[in-house]
């Protein structure tokens, strides 16, 4: 449910489970009537708003590293893709056009990859095709260095490939790299609990608790939408942008036609 629901289900669902919560035990405060002074609440509530604020703060620190850290791998692959389009210049016809087709191709298969956020088999099949490319792309390269042992264009080539080669690994190890589920279950855990004892110490005082435990719900729900936005780029309003494999792919299929 975490990969396949829509981000802002469940960040409206985290909300009406908070909001229910502290309704829930603001109710049975009242109807229970205890007393302010029976259980130290002013003791429990500040240690456990203070753990939900760090524990919200180190994971929105996990998520924008691991955004930032994705976005730097599509800039640094598209770098080095437009790299070997200029070397291709220097190798023989029909090697270069070899090349920049299969440069082309693989562009693509990347940019899907970047896409597949949450999609394991669109992403599977994206690295399939990625990794037959490269061995494509590879093959036709060592041919060339068989027949022209002397072109300066080709070492350049293999080098910068088996750079490529190396960023998709990362690409693909950072975009499966999300914040583990444990750590999301203890935030939530822990804002539920916060939420039913500020509902419960309202409750004690025969004060109405919908107004600040709404307020309360909608503002972690927004917290954690966007620790999740960011988690998994590609699912909702903050998306890595993939302009910079957008113009690789058009520079390839320009060259591609000379």
């Not at 940019?111 to 597949?116: E, H, I, R, S």
């Not at 080098?159 to 950072?174: N, P, V």
Request: proline share 4%; aromatic share 6%; hydrophobic share 50%.
């Amino acid at each position: 449910m975490y990969d396949t629901l829509p981000i802002w289900v469940i960040a409206s669902g985290f909300a009406l489970c908070l909001f229910l919560t502290s309704e829930g035990a603001c109710w049975a405060a009242k109807k229970n009537k205890v007393a302010p002074a029976e259980i130290p609440f002013d003791v429990a509530l500040a240690p456990a708003f203070t753990l939900v604020a760090l524990l919200l703060g180190f994971v929105f620190s996990m998520a924008l590293g691991r955004y930032e850290t994705r976005g730097r791998l599509v800039v640094q692959q598209a770098n080095h893709l437009r790299r070997v389009i200029w070397l291709c210049d220097g190798l023989e016809p029909e090697t270069a056009r070899q090349m920049r087709g299969q440069l082309h191709e693989y562009v693509l298969a990347r940019a899907d990859f970047a896409k597949a956020d949450a999609e394991p088999q669109s992403r599977k099949l994206a690295k399939e095709r990625s990794v037959e490319l490269q061995r494509k792309m590879w093959q036709t390269t060592l041919e060339a260095c068989q027949r022209n042992r002397d072109s300066v264009a080709l070492p350049l080539v293999l080098t910068t490939l088996q750079e490529i080669i190396s960023l998709s690994a990362e690409e693909e190890a950072a975009f499966a790299d999300y914040i583990p589920p444990a750590v999301m279950i203890m935030l939530m855990a822990l804002s539920a609990l916060s939420s039913g004892l500020m509902g419960f110490r309202l409750g004690c005082q025969g004060r109405s608790g919908a107004l600040a435990g709404g307020m309360l719900a909608i503002m972690l729900a927004l917290i954690l939408g966007t620790i999740i936005d960011l988690d998994q780029p590609q699912r909702g309003f903050i998306r890595i942008t993939l302009e910079p494999l957008g113009g690789v792919a058009q520079d390839a299929a320009r060259a591609a036609e000379k």
